[in-house]
């Protein structure tokens, strides 16, 4: 039996108003980190404002986020994102 743990991990993915610089990052509060982000407290972000939440998932434990996160920063992850949003980006 695999146990259950309350805690639930994200991974996100923003996307750059200004430059169309997409951003992959982890955390167990979405809406914390996301003001965070476009608070400019955050310095890889920071000098692209605004950024947009465009996709994220959720993942039952930390060491699996941050795996899918590494992912979505590879070249396959780069790819997996842009064809999985490819209708919602045409319309950027």
Known sequence: ???VRNSQWYTYILYSIKDGFFYAGCTHDLKRRLKE????EVLS???????KLVYYEVCL???DAYSRE????????????????KNYLSLL
């Open 70 to 85: 590494k992912y979505f920063k590879s070249g396959m992850g780069r790819r997996y994102i842009k064809n999985r949003l």
């Open 37 to 40: 982000h476009n608070n400019g």
């Open 61 to 63: 434990n930390k060491k």
């Open 45 to 51: 972000t920071k000098h692209r404002l605004p950024m």
């Open 1 to 3: 039996m695999i146990p």
